[in-house]
Each structure stands twice: as structure tokens, then as C-alpha cells.
């Protein structure tokens, strides 16, 4: 469903992704693994054209991002769960969820968007009193289940997860593992997710691919994760700071 | 002699020369953009409203006490200085073109770079660096069509509007000063004051409005979507923008005073 090319993106004079070959068939949950200032995010956003790659080709479904007509049903596919959340803070939480249903082609009425925000906010175990609080009056954890019920508002085909649990405490961090995990089997979508957080990884990850020095390192079902040979997987995996990945970066 | 000390320096030169024109070329795409995407579908009313509230209706507390303590300030110095020559008579006239061509689109344009830009700057380079602008683009929407359009549009319809305000609030601090303190009848103090003023002076007044209206707004939005990573690009992309707007109104009211009143 989603293929990327030897896709190569620099800035300046630095180079982040140096002909990275992926492939993610439909429906099924991909953990991308790697060390800080990889690219992780960097390949996620070339993916949704918030960047343009200097090099190579990405298509989902046979379309090359960078050459679709329709840039507003290609998104329309998409939902997004940004690290930080990247809620509207000047909006309450129930538009930020229905943000699409409000505006453009998904336009709904106003109390049926609110209706479906609602719902979502309870699917991912917000009660019906929060929708008319704003962002900044949550928790990091709520704000980050907030943006989880944004991203599965308008029930999209794919959708990506960047670092789902950073900076939540471990029990928060297992349920938004547990909710991602039933969302995904739930609506049938393919996942792409980014983290660092090893249980994160084997909680969510039908398949897991490690990006190191700008390339896909490894990859394979999270079931050989452990037994993999390859020595970067396993410093990783183990995080061990002996082993060919530098630690001063 | 070492060729790189003669080198050096006109590099760096060539440098900075070439990175003010790419600035410029920026910023001239960016305005021809967002004029581009104001005549373009969708339009984003509740926006548009919300930034007619922010811009017009809530700038208007320091507008008027602006212009009401210029208008006065500037009655009392044009009589003390016409007593010099025994001109006093002219202190409705001179502070009624004075307010109207200069001080009142002047002072506005300035307060609106300082409020209003630098909060544009601000609001716009926080979205950016928390993501939200990205995650805008991610739910379909253009940043320009849903941050930019409807606050230079507001821009562009209240600041004349808020400059009309000023004019007629800074002629009001005038009458007062003049009537309660320099002894001028009040009655004589209007009719002087509507005599003398031209049709000209209202419509450079307002056009003067509208110009300073998109060049403060344009520039909150330019900036903030400029912003580099971090507090201090924030901190960065609002001073700048507020610096810019500012300079700029100020050029853009020297040349605008020529277009409607060289000789």
C-alpha cells in the first residue's frame, strides 16, 4: 500500500535519509525504531508531502505523492497523531477532534460533527465534559488521547503515529498502547508508527523496520525482533550504549 | 598583499546583499500569495470574524487613547509655537490636516504593528514550532487560506476604519485641549475644523489605513510562518516582524504622502 523508494532528503548540508526502501502492505501496523535525529519524522512527513524528498519516489496505492491531483482526498486518507499532539489551542477539544468534519469536503452539520467528536473522545476514554474544555486546560496524557481521537475522527484508511507515548507515565503509556493497538485492528488501517519506547514496539508493531545512518537497517515481524543477528538491531533493542551505534551524536 | 583581505570582506557584502533581495523575493511571493488565496475558494468565515474582533474591535481602546492624547498634545504645541508669530488662530486647522494625513494613519499603522502584528507573529510562529501548522496541512486545510486570509483581510477592512476613529478621536483631543484651556469657542473650533478639510485628506487618510492594515498583518503572518525551531525563534519572528512593520509603514507613508500630495 505504501512504498518508498530509495528516497534520499538532506538539509543543507546534512543528510538525513540516504535511499530508504520501505514497503507497508494494507492493514498492517509498521513500527519504525531508530535513534534520535535519524529521520524517523523526516521520512513520515515526506510520506504526507509535508516534505518534499529530494530524491527517489513514495507511492500509496501506485500514486506518487508528489505528483497527485487531488491533494485534499490524498490527506483525506490520512490521520496523523503529532508527538507534542499539536492540538488548536484556540479551539475546545471537541472541534479540534472534528476539525475535518467542520470544513472541506467531510463537512457535517455542526451538532453532527460535535456528535461524532464526542464519540471518538469516548472511544479513546475522554468523557463527554471534556469536549468543551481547550487544550491547554489537560493533561499531557488526555491532550495526547485528544490527538489520537482527532487522527481516527474521520475514520482514515492510514494512519501515522509519531512517538504515541513520549513523555507519558508507563501506565498512561500502556493504555495508549492498548488503545492504538484496538483502533488499528478495529478500523482495519494500516499504522506507521515512530518510537523509542521498546514495549511501545512490541505492544503495537505487526512489523518493525530500524532506520540507522539514513537507511533501512533491519526489518521483520516484531516475533524475530529479538532473535535478529543484526548487532545495531540488537544495541538497540537491548539499549545497550556498547556496540556500533555511536552514542555521542 | 593577501588577496583574501580585499576578498573577504565584499563576500561577506555579496552575502548579505543577496540574502535581503531573496528576503525580499520571499516576502513579495508571500503577499502575492496570500492576495491570491483571498480571491480563491474556500473562505473560512468564523476565522474571518474572529480576526475582525481581534485586529478592529479590541484595537480600538489603544487607538483612541492615542490619538485623543496626540491630538491634544499637538493643539498644545501648535499654539504655543503660532504664538511666536501671532498665528493661535490655526490650531484647528493645522491639528485637523495634521491628524488626518499624517499623525492619525501613522500612529495607528504603528500601534497596530505593535499589537497586532507582533501577536500575529507570535500566535503563528508557536503553531509552527508545536506542529500545529503541519498538523493543519494534514486535515486538508491550507495554513495560508485558514491562518493568513482572514487576518489580512481584517487588516485590510478595519484599519481604515480604526484610522477614521483616530482621526476624528485625535480632532476631539484637540477641541477639548483648545476649548477648556486655551480659550477657543467651541462652536468656531468645528467649523473651522470641517471647513478646512479636503476630501483628499479623508480618502488619503483611509487609503493610508488600508495600506498599513495588509503591511501589518502580512508581516505577523510572514514571520511567524518563518519561524525557526524554539522559544527563541518565536521571540525572533515576533521582533522582527514588529521592526519590519514598522519601518515599512513608515516608508510606505512617505511614499503614499507623495503619491497624493507632491506638488
Redesign the interface.
Known amino acids: 500500500m505504501i512504498e518508498l523508494s530509495n528516497v534520499h532528503k538532506s538539509f543543507g548540508s546534512k543528510q538525513i535519509l540516504r535511499g530508504v526502501d520501505l514497503n507497508i502492505p494494507r492493514g498492517e501496523s509498521l513500527v519504525i525504531i531508530g535513534g534520535s535525529g535519524t529521520g524517523k519524522s523526516v521520512m513520515l512527513?515526506c510520506v504526507?508531502?509535508?516534505i518534499q524528498p529530494d530524491l527517489g519516489t513514495i507511492k500509496v496505492d501506485g500514486e506518487d505523492v508528489t505528483k497527485t491531483k487531488d491533494?485534499?482526498a490524498f490527506?483525506?486518507r490520512?490521520?496523523?497523531l503529532?508527538?507534542?499532539g499539536?492540538?488548536?489551542?484556540?479551539i475546545p477539544v471537541w472541534q479540534n477532534v472534528a476539525?475535518?468534519l467542520l470544513?472541506?469536503?467531510l463537512k457535517r452539520p455542526r451538532a453532527e460533527a460535535r456528535e461524532i467528536a464526542i464519540e471518538k473522545l469516548r472511544r479513546v476514554g475522554l468523557s463527554p465534559d471534556v469536549a468543551d474544555q481547550f487544550p491547554a486546560e489537560l493533561s499531557g496524557g488526555m491532550q495526547k488521547r485528544v490527538g489520537l481521537a482527532?487522527a481516527i475522527a474521520a475514520d482514515p484508511e492510514i494512519i501515522f503515529f509519531d512517538e504515541p507515548t513520549t513523555g507519558l507515565d508507563p501506565i498512561m503509556a500502556g493504555v495508549i498502547n492498548d488503545l492504538i493497538r484496538e483502533i488499528v485492528v478495529e478500523m482495519g488501517a494500516t499504522a506507521m508508527t515512530i518510537t523509542h519506547d521498546m514495549t511501545s514496539v512490541r505492544a503495537i508493531s505487526d512489523t518493525v523496520a530500524m532506520l540507522h545512518g539514513g537507511k533501512i537497517r533491519w526489518t521483520g515481524p516484531v516475533a524475530q525482533m529479538d532473535s535478529g543477528d543484526d548487532p545495531y538491531l540488537q544495541q538497540f533493542i537491548t539499549g545497550s550504549s556498547i556496540g556500533p551505534i555511536e552514542t555521542l551524536r | 598583499m593577501n588577496t583574501s583581505l580585499i576578498t573577504r570582506p565584499l563576500a561577506a557584502l555579496g552575502a548579505t546583499v543577496l540574502g535581503a533581495l531573496a528576503g525580499m523575493g520571499r516576502l513579495t511571493l508571500f503577499a502575492l500569495s496570500t492576495l491570491r488565496h483571498m480571491v480563491t475558494p474556500p473562505f473560512y468565515t468564523r476565522e474571518f470574524m474572529q480576526a475582525l474582533l481581534h485586529i478592529g474591535y479590541l484595537s480600538l481602546p489603544v487607538v483612541g487613547l492615542t490619538a485623543f492624547f496626540t491630538g491634544g498634545a499637538l493643539a498644545l504645541q501648535i499654539y504655543s509655537g503660532g504664538s511666536r508669530f501671532s498665528a493661535e488662530a490655526v490650531v484647528p486647522q493645522i491639528v485637523a490636516i495634521g491628524m488626518v494625513r499624517e499623525l492619525g494613519p501613522v500612529l495607528v499603522g504603528l500601534m497596530i504593528a505593535a499589537r497586532v502584528t507582533a501577536s500575529v507573529a507570535a500566535e503563528i510562529a508557536t503553531m509552527k514550532v508545536t506542529e500545529q501548522i503541519d498538523a493543519l496541512v494534514t486535515l486538508s486545510t491550507h495554513p495560508m487560506k485558514y491562518l493568513t486570509v482572514p487576518r489580512v483581510l481584517a487588516g485590510l477592512l478595519t484599519v481604515p476604519l480604526l484610522v477614521g476613529i483616530g482621526d476624528i478621536i485625535g480632532i476631539y483631543g484637540g477641541w477639548l485641549v483648545s476649548t477648556q484651556s486655551l480659550g477657543f469657542n467651541a462652536a468656531t473650533y468645528l467649523q473651522n475644523t470641517v471647513n478646512f478639510l479636503e476630501p483628499i485628506d479623508v480618502i488619503s487618510s483611509l487609503a493610508k489605513g488600508a495600506v498599513f492594515g495588509f503591511i501589518a498583518t502580512v508581516m505577523g503572518c510572514y514571520y511567524g510562518m518563518q519561524s525557526e525551531r524554539g522559544a527563541q525563534g518565536v521571540g525572533s519572528a515576533t521582533k522582527s516582524s514588529v521592526v519590519a512593520a514598522a519601518v515599512l509603514i513608515l516608508a510606505a507613508n512617505f511614499l503614499l504622502t507623495q503619491a497624493f500630495f507632491a506638488i
Do not use: E, I, T, V
Request: aromatic letters at 16%; charged letters at 30%; zero cysteines.
Open positions: 512527513k504526507l508531502g509535508l491533494r485534499d490527506l483525506a490520512f490521520g496523523m503529532f508527538q507534542g499539536a492540538l488548536f489551542d484556540s476539525f475535518r470544513r472541506g469536503a482527532r
